[in-house]
């Protein structure tokens, strides 16, 4: 789950999908942008995701390497400027393929999480509603897939 600072969407992304899913997948996040490595999510982020019953508390900041490429099955970025920045990473047609927009993943109509950095709680909930949908989909097709 890769976001831009690594603190308020992808940490949100990484535990509701870790929510919906057994321990045999692996799920972690990072940012595109390294300023935020080491600290914890926002605590707008935090506050929440543990309205929804989901603790985030533990995650830290990384932002993103070059290894995860190859690592990780899939990446999937939360806006269209993510996955510009994480494309450009890339080495390889293979790793290329694996960075998904993660609602047109899910096929939901909006193309893009909206960054909540700048806004209130209210968008905050929307970020988690929307990673939520997205996430149920995904996480019924990996299980599928398994
Ligand atoms: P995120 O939100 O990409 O959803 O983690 C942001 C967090 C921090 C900054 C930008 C976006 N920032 O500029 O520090």
Redesign the pocket.
Known sequence: MV?????????LAEGILKSKLNNSFEIDSA?T?G??AGEKP?HRSIKTAKDFGVDISTQRGRQIKTSDLDYFDIIFV?DESNYTNVITLCKSESQKQKVKLILREANLSETNVP???YGDATDFIHVYNLLDNACNIIAEKLTNEQ
């Open positions: 976001c831009l600072g690594n603190i308020c969407r992808s940490p940012g942008g300023w935020h926002d939360m960054d909540p950095y």
